[in-house]
Nanobody, 115 residues
Framework: QVQIVESGGGLVQPGGSLRLSCAASGSLFSIYAMGWYRQAPGKQSELVARISSGGTTSYAESAKGRFTISRDNVKNTVYLQMNSLKPEDTAVYYC?????????WGQGTQVTVSS
């Protein structure tokens, strides 16, 4: 069982930055692929960024060039650095840990981009 806790959300103006953190419990953090998803009101959930156990990253088109996902296997934490934020980035952001058929989710953190 893996417990995931996200933090770092909040209210930011357009063009601003936020860094989300996702802390995971357990000694096998390094084997999990980690992902950040988001869900805006009335919209389907979408994968924003993903990092494999080996450190390979991938991004949604909407996130490329603005967001950076990284992981610290010593701290059991994955980060999402979000720059040049836009109002359309407003959503609840969820962290996910996946290994084979195993999948764990956090409770989400709200990001609101508004002036």
């Amino acid at each position: 069982q893996v417990q995931i806790v996200e933090s770092g959300g909040g209210l930011v103006q357009p063009g601003g930055s936020l860094r989300l953190s996702c802390a995971a419990s357990g000694s096998l953090f390094s084997i999990y692929a980690m992902g950040w998803y988001r869900q805006a009101p009335g919209k389907q959930s979408e994968l924003v960024a993903r990092i494999s156990s080996g450190g390979t990253t991938s991004y949604a088109e909407s996130a490329k060039g603005r967001f950076t996902i990284s992981r610290d296997n010593v701290k059991n934490t994955v980060y999402l650095q979000m720059n040049s934020l836009k109002p359309e980035d407003t959503a609840v952001y969820y962290c996910n840990a996946a290994y084979g058929s195993l999948m764990y989710w956090g409770q989400g953190t709200q990001v609101t981009v508004s002036s």
